[in-house]
């Protein structure tokens, strides 16, 4: 069987997954290709199955092939962006996108319980949302020996793509204000802040305090220095809305790290609340002094042979 997986080849989470499923669909003797929908060289004309993360060519999608929809952004975020873009002609819709995928694709995936309701409430009866769990590979983001640990007591790491829903904001809210007023020693680590946010983000870090006790830059660390910034701290802080797990949090947590999430992340090992900044410093303040136990009912993070798995039945149920 061969299964081509389209994702746009720009190193976001989403990227990624699509690679890592291509790679386990290999492990399994699929012939599973990564294409680039922005790059015909990249495209397979004669795949049996088209998976779509992102766009699927109008010439690739006019063959007729069955079709695997996988959605990555969450419903809220979908939503939220396209009232947002919805000022031009011309504009993205992704909201309409994915009622489209819904109605035509010939199966639809997401990696969420969460979302998999929400998807399967605007269905029509006898379509099935399939929820399949996201996996990584275990065999690479696993405990490592650091080379170094990182400045700070404790040192606290953030990564996430600086996006709405998964950005630092509510970290720098508080992190200069209330947590070093606390804990003077303590540093924060934020990687992956963009340049083109920096306008709005650094008047605020430096007007509060929290640039004074942190490291902060727009770097994208590689897979290996990741994976050693993930050992190298003390905790990893992940503040993903409605507490939905990511391709990092399932990264960090496999490699061992004291991971903080929003309440719901079911990987995490310690959760604060959503809402008042000030409410969750007080509860990130009791983790950070190691005044609350981890959880004891995190889930282990699956393995991507797992997610690769849990396609291939959907393929061949095609």
């Avoid at 092939?65 to 969450?74: C, E, I, R």
């Avoid at 963009?194 to 007007?207: E, I, K």
Wanted: with cysteine.
């Amino acid at each position: 069987m061969k299964v081509a997986h389209f994702s746009m080849w720009n190193g976001s989470g989403m990227h990624r997954v699509a690679e890592s499923c291509v790679e386990a669909e290999k492990k399994l003797g699929l012939d599973s290709v990564l294409a680039n929908p922005q790059d015909p060289k990249t495209w397979v004309e004669d795949a049996d199955i088209n998976v779509s993360h992102t766009h699927l060519p109008d010439s690739i999608r006019k063959k007729g092939k069955p079709t695997v929809w996988v959605s990555h952004g969450t419903p809220d975020h979908v939503f939220q962006s396209s009232v947002e873009q919805a000022t031009g002609y011309g504009h993205h819709d992704g909201w309409m996108l994915v009622q489209n995928w819904l109605r035509t694709a010939h199966a639809c995936v997401t990696f969420w319980p969460r979302h998999q309701k929400i998807w399967q409430s605007m269905c029509d009866r006898g379509r099935k949302v399939h929820c399949v769990p996201l996996g990584i590979d275990r065999e690479f983001w696993k405990p490592v020996e650091s080379k170094g640990r990182f400045a700070g007591t404790p040192s606290v790491l953030t990564c996430e793509n600086a996006h709405y829903i998964k950005w630092p904001l509510d970290l720098f809210f508080i992190w200069g204000p209330v947590i070093t007023a606390e804990l003077e020693a303590a540093r924060l680590h934020a990687l992956y802040v963009p340049n083109d946010t920096h306008r709005w983000f650094f008047p605020l870090v430096n007007r509060n305090g929290t640039s004074y006790h942190s490291h902060i830059t727009s770097s994208v660390f590689t897979h290996d220095n990741l994976r050693n910034a993930y050992v190298s701290t003390d905790f990893y802080c992940g503040l993903v809305q409605k507490g939905d797990f990511n391709r990092i949090s399932l990264e960090a947590n496999a490699c061992g790290a004291k991971t903080i999430s929003y309440e719901g992340n079911p990987y995490s090992m310690y959760w604060v609340q959503e809402g008042d900044q000030f409410r969750m410093a007080d509860q990130l303040l009791k983790i950070l002094k190691g005044e609350v136990e981890p959880r004891k009912d995190r889930q282990e993070v699956p393995d991507m042979s797992e997610t690769a798995l849990a396609l291939k039945e959907i393929y061949d149920a095609l």
